[in-house]
Each structure stands twice: as C-alpha cells, then as structure tokens.
C-alpha cells in the first residue's frame, strides 16, 4: 500500500512539473527526481498551510525508507569474489553492520570498533566472547587472531591515560601490540530482531513474541516544512536558497497538486539548518504566509528494541520452565523467585525476558515469569509481590549461549579463508560452590 501511495504521488508530481517548469526553469522533472530522496503526498493529519505568520507545531511520524536488517535473514554476504580470497577488517565490519546495525544500540553505549591496530591485515581469525579477560586475551595471542568480537564493551568510560595498572587499558594496550582489533555490538545485539533477547525467550518455546522496549529508526532531528510557492520559478528559486542553508544539501522535497492558492510544498531539513531555512522562506511573501513547521518522530522499527515478552503456545509449569531454561542455557543451577501464591506448578503463559541486567526493561511488565541475568534484591521482591515469578541466570549466563548462534551467521558470511571461533576461556566470574 505504501508503495502504491509513493506511486501515485510520484505521477502527480511529474504532471505537474510537466505543466510547470519552462525551459528556463533551474528544476525540470529529472533533476527534481534525481534530488528528492522522498516523495510522498501529504498525510491528512498535517494540517493544511495557513495564510497567516502563525507557525503550527505539530507531530508527524515518517516511516522508515528502508527494510529492516535482522539475525535470521537468510542472504548471504559473501560475494564470489571473497568465498576463498582475503577479507579486510573494514570488509568484516561491513557484514557486522549489516546483521545488527549499531544504530540499534542504546544512546549511553558504547558500541563498535574499539581497538583499530595502526597496520592493516587481512582478517583470518576472528573470536567471540561475551567478555575480554585476561584468560581471553591469552587465548587470542596464542591463536594470532585478528579480530577480537567482545559482546560487553571492554572499553566503556572516558580514559585519559592507558596504564598498566587498570586491566582493561592494560587489555587495550596487548591488543595494540598484538595488532588484533577490537569490536563490540552490545546492546545493538540486544535490540536487533533475531539477537539475543528472541535467542533468550526461545528457550521456552514458540509463541506470539513482542518487544518491551521498542527501537526507533528514520533520521533524528529533523524539520518538515510546509509552505505554498506561486509558481514552478519561485520554487526554483526557494529551493536553491534552501540547498544553500544546509551547507549545500538538496533537501528532500515533495510537491502535491497545484490548486487556485498555489503549489503546496513539503521540504525536511536538519534541525541545524531550521532556522536559517525559516528565514529564507520568510523573505518571500507565499510562503511566509502559509507557512507550517512539523517536528518529526523517529518511527519504530517493528521488531526491534530491549526485551521481549512471549505469550507461549503451549503453556508450561513452573517446574518445566527452569528445565527448559537450563537446558537453553547450558547450566546446572538457576536462582528462583516463586511469585505470590506461585508454585512449582502454577502455569506460565507469558514470559518476560530481558538479557544481562534486565530489572529496568521488565519494570511493570505483566508477565507469568520473568528471565533474566541479574535483579536486586529489591527488584525481586517487587515483582514476587505482584505474582510474578523471577528466573535469574547471573549476568552473562543469560547472553554467552548466543555466541554459538552468531558464529553461525557470521561464518556464511565471511570468506572460507576466515574461521570464526567461540572463546573457550570466556565463562560467567561467578559459579555455584
């Protein structure tokens, strides 16, 4: 339907610069098309230009222009050209971004390539772990890996110095002398679809899976114009005096049916160009009078965000449950809550799941169970005393079984001339005694 709108609108645009733009005109129909990145008839919820200096504040949701990337798509990456020669870092980057874009991550993260050695090589050994540790770094030296794959961020905070007596600049510091770089996705392995949050609620089967914390997409910070130009000149003329306020960039553009008031027109722009664009336009008398200023929401990323909660498809017990998660998680022993007037038995038909520290994306979520790696005391008890019952795996535990998933799809994708390996020295600091 959407591209059936894009469509027409796009018929109605070329007619009318058919019947508009002369030969002199500095906008002819294939420059328009070849400039605008967008275009798209204006939803019945802008409301219509006025014809006053009042500017109308509204919001307005765009949606996003592109498909969706995520973990289970099936295409591989691996051009012929690469099934059995050298694969550059920047080239193996490229693949990681396209399984989990790191635009997925949370704002406060730190997320992407954190150690770039000075001289390039090709990427032979590539190793996953959740965490880099000393044991793990030993274990990457040994092997002459190339590219280190650390789930956790060992670089987290602002540094002003790399010593030896911090572990993790220390870390840092081998990496550089080894020439291994140092990749980390976190939590945009977290939020993508397919990641480690659906791998997480699998563990107790299939059902009607949503996510908590929904991701949002589309271009941050910006402006939608609406004004009404006279004639295709003056809209030549107010766009190129637009393109000048945004440092040279053709704003996207998209321009409905003319009517006896004029050529309606929508322009977006960068918060940074607003107000020099507003200025602009408020030296011509159309479109100062009929003027309107939309801010845009970035839209959600259907399947895309932090958590998720299941409404399973066959309900299992209590009991059932910490079997089946152990099982998925490859561990002996699990912490249990039992929710108020829960038992071993009680049914669980929805589950929450949240990996690694999860308390504040499961905060208030209505769920039989909630699975994650670690809560506070006092989370837990919030959640017993409203009948929800708490599986805690400590942190890692809930995410290092993922690794063995991501090798797969990573290794489809990559060369056979790269191997991709799990870390076998990376484990959780904490065990049962």
């Given at each position: ?8 609108s796009?018929t ?41 200096h ?17 973990f ?45 050695p ?24 040994t ?13 987290f ?17 081998r ?15 977290d ?15 299939s059902?009607q ?60 722009c960068?918060d940074?160009?607003l107000?020099?664009s507003?200025?602009t ?26 958590g ?35 038992t ?5 038909c ?6 690694g ?20 005391h ?50 959780d ?5």
């Amino acid at each position: 339907m959407l591209t059936g709108c894009r469509n027409l609108s796009w018929t109605i645009f070329s007619f009318t610069c058919r019947r508009l733009c002369t030969g002199g005109s500095l906008i002819s129909p294939s420059a328009l098309r070849s400039s605008a990145s967008t275009v798209s008839s204006i939803p019945p919820s802008v409301p219509s230009p006025t014809h006053n200096h009042s500017f109308l504040r509204s919001r307005l949701t765009s949606v996003p222009l592109h498909p969706s990337v995520y973990f289970s798509s099936a295409r591989s990456l691996c051009h012929s050209t690469h099934c059995s020669g050298v694969m550059e870092l920047k080239e193996v980057l490229q693949v990681l971004e396209q399984l989990a874009p790191l635009s997925l991550a949370e704002s406060w993260d730190n997320v992407g390539l954190l150690v770039e050695p000075s001289k390039s090589r090709p990427v032979k050994t590539v190793l996953l772990t959740n965490d880099l540790t000393d044991a793990v770094m030993e274990e990457a030296e040994t092997m002459s890996c190339d590219l280190i794959i650390s789930y956790h961020p060992p670089l987290f905070r602002p540094i002003k110095r790399l010593v030896q007596k911090d572990w993790k600049q220390r870390l840092a510091v081998r990496a550089v002398e080894a020439g291994i770089a140092v990749f980390s996705p976190h939590t945009s392995w977290d939020s993508v679809k397919g990641g480690v949050n659906d791998w997480l609620v699998g563990g107790l089967g299939s059902g009607q899976v949503s996510v908590l914390s929904q991701a949002l997409g589309g271009v941050s910070h910006a402006c939608k114009l609406e004004f009404m130009v006279r004639s295709a000149e003056e809209l030549n003329t107010v766009m190129e005096e637009l393109k000048a306020c945004d440092g040279g960039t053709t704003p996207q553009l998209s321009v409905s049916r003319p009517d006896n008031s004029g050529i309606h027109v929508s322009v977006t722009c960068a918060d940074s160009a607003l107000t020099p664009s507003v200025q602009t336009l408020l030296r011509h008398t159309t479109p100062s009078q009929s003027l309107s200023i939309l801010k845009l929401e970035k839209p959600p990323l259907l399947g895309h965000g932090q958590g998720r909660v299941s409404v399973l498809d066959q309900p299992v017990t209590v009991a059932t449950a910490i079997q089946k998660m152990k099982s998925h998680l490859g561990l002996s022993h699990l912490r249990l809550a039992l929710g108020l007037g829960q038992t071993l038995e009680s049914s669980v038909c929805t589950v929450a799941v949240c990996a690694g520290s999860g308390a504040s994306v499961l905060s208030g979520v209505k769920a039989d169970l909630y699975i994650t790696g670690e809560m506070s005391h006092h989370e837990v008890l919030d959640a017993v005393e409203k009948g929800t019952s708490v599986l805690l795996s400590d942190h890692s535990n809930s995410e290092r079984g993922f690794l063995a998933v991501f090798r797969e799809r990573l290794a489809v994708r990559l060369p056979d001339s790269v191997t991709v390996v799990v870390s076998r020295a990376d484990r959780d600091p904490l065990e049962v005694v």
